[in-house]
């Protein structure tokens, strides 16, 4: 399946051996969500923003990370970006992990952002099961889409990130895969029992929310275990949307990076 692409990329040209850097979004996000960190790489860098499949304004199918990981190795291909540097947020980081550990040449080197290769994630999206059986008007607007999802949603967050979701104007309606996002929340929330042996050995960069229960002492070792070769930043007073509460320090983190990658 090919994604949906939003490409940035600096006025001037870019050497000829410089990486291109792959953006992958998080549970209900778009390739937009990341657009402070794209901007800033895309001054030096050629990035491409994906919507992952049944997100933004990529095709619907049934979600797994073997898909999504696909779906992405793919879209890189005709977009010729392999190898690239593969930065995934949340859902979006365990598609990237799941890129490298199964195709390792087509990711030179991969930042994984508040989220472990093990189960868990995405508690304060605790969606009501219902939820794609709302009834639409005939017209909506943003205040309206917050009237509609505001007895489903009470937190104001995942509120505002639902919205983008709906297509507004006349005929109004989920313009996301929802009912496969849905029936796929198990796997999704998941981690799927990989190969023995598999692993990545590229320098892989970990970053994570001091405030954000997503990324503890737990997973550790599976983490030594599946990228040898990796470190963990964390971000003071940051939670699970790191790169939104602090993006600065956040884009400082992946530069400092980026710096060191041959």
Not at 73 to 92: E, F, Q, R, Y
Not at 170 to 191: Q, S
């Amino acid at each position: 399946m090919l994604l949906n692409v939003s490409e940035r990329g600096p006025d001037h040209p870019t050497p000829a051996d410089a990486l291109p850097v792959v953006l992958l979004h998080g549970l209900f996000g778009r390739a937009r969500n990341l657009g402070f960190v794209q901007r800033k790489l895309a001054t030096t860098r050629r990035t491409l923003a994906m919507d992952l499949r049944n997100h933004g304004n990529s095709p619907h199918g049934p979600m797994s990370y073997p898909a999504m990981a696909q779906d992405v190795l793919d879209t890189m291909a005709h977009n010729h970006a392999c190898p690239a540097i593969v930065l995934g947020h949340s859902m979006g980081g365990k598609t990237a992990m799941m890129l490298a550990l199964t195709h390792p040449s087509a990711v030179r080197a991969l930042i994984v952002v508040d989220i472990a290769p093990a189960q868990g994630g995405f508690d304060r999206l605790d969606l009501p099961e219902n939820l794609d059986k709302i009834q639409f008007p005939a017209h909506l607007d943003l205040h309206g889409t917050n009237d509609l999802l505001r007895p489903f949603i009470a937190n104001d967050a995942v509120r505002q990130l639902m919205a983008q979701n709906i297509r507004q104007g006349d005929n109004p309606g989920w313009a996301i895969g929802l009912p496969e996002i849905l029936a796929a929340m198990p796997d999704i929330m998941g981690w799927p029992q990989l190969a023995p042996g598999l692993r990545y050995d590229g320098p892989t960069l970990f970053i994570r929310g001091e405030n954000s229960p997503y990324i503890s002492p737990k997973n550790y070792p599976v983490m030594q275990a599946l990228f040898p070769n990796h470190r963990l930043e964390s971000i003071h007073g940051a939670g699970h949307w790191v790169h939104a509460d602090a993006p600065r320090r956040f884009t400082e983190l992946v530069e400092e990076f980026l710096a060191d990658i041959p």
